[in-house]
């Protein structure tokens, strides 16, 4: 069975539309706080080769991960989150899979990410599916931003 009963998933290349996309910020917002769904879709404007996966349960987002080239060959997974009420489960780690497995094939060799100390769970998770910390700075809110990378297997 799926990663989360009766949980579907589903890729777009670029950011989805329509209802999903509304559902994906409403989630975002939901997380991250209000004003960050503009943010993000202003981000996404400058980004290349963007990859969104999205988790569904019924018609619903339930849980997405975003990402996007950083130079050849390399992968930056942005941006992610699962709606509390559906987390533990493997939800993430399922859109985990999903995007190293499109990564590998379309050739990339690492895939970086960023994170805090606040977002522990998905330090946890990452490095629990293989990340290493490769270094730290000083945000501009002065906290501590951890940089993780992995390699993916060829
Ligand atoms: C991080 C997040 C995406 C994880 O989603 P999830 O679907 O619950 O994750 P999974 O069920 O796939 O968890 C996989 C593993 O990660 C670790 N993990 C996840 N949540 C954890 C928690 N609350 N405490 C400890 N470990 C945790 C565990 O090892 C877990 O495996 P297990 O359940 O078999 O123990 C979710 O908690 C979330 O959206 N958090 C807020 C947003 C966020 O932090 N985004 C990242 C910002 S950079």
Redesign the pocket.
């Given at each position: 069975m799926e990663?989360?009963p009766g949980v579907e998933y589903r890729q777009f290349e670029g950011l989805p539309d329509g209802k999903v996309l509304a559902d994906l910020l409403r989630l975002h917002e939901l997380?991250?706080g209000a004003g960050e769904a503009d943010r993000m879709l202003r981000e996404a404007r400058n980004r290349h080769r963007l990859l969104t996966l999205v988790a569904l349960a019924g018609q619903q987002v339930v849980?997405y991960k975003i990402g996007y080239e950083r130079k050849p060959g390399h992968f930056y997974s942005w941006?992610?989150?699962?709606?509390?009420g559906?987390?533990?489960?493997?939800?993430?780690?399922?859109?985990?899979r999903r995007q190293h497995a499109w990564c590998r094939e379309q050739g990339y060799g690492t895939i970086r990410?960023?994170?805090?100390n606040k977002?522990?769970?998905?330090l946890?998770?990452n490095l629990?599916h293989g990340f290493d910390i490769i270094g730290v700075y000083v945000d501009q809110q002065g906290e501590p931003k951890l940089i993780l990378e992995k390699r993916l297997p060829r």
């Amino acid at each position: 069975m799926e990663p989360g009963p009766g949980v579907e998933y589903r890729q777009f290349e670029g950011l989805p539309d329509g209802k999903v996309l509304a559902d994906l910020l409403r989630l975002h917002e939901l997380v991250f706080g209000a004003g960050e769904a503009d943010r993000m879709l202003r981000e996404a404007r400058n980004r290349h080769r963007l990859l969104t996966l999205v988790a569904l349960a019924g018609q619903q987002v339930v849980g997405y991960k975003i990402g996007y080239e950083r130079k050849p060959g390399h992968f930056y997974s942005w941006v992610g989150a699962v709606a509390p009420g559906f987390r533990r489960r493997g939800i993430a780690s399922e859109l985990m899979r999903r995007q190293h497995a499109w990564c590998r094939e379309q050739g990339y060799g690492t895939i970086r990410t960023a994170t805090k100390n606040k977002w522990r769970d998905m330090l946890i998770l990452n490095l629990r599916h293989g990340f290493d910390i490769i270094g730290v700075y000083v945000d501009q809110q002065g906290e501590p931003k951890l940089i993780l990378e992995k390699r993916l297997p060829r």
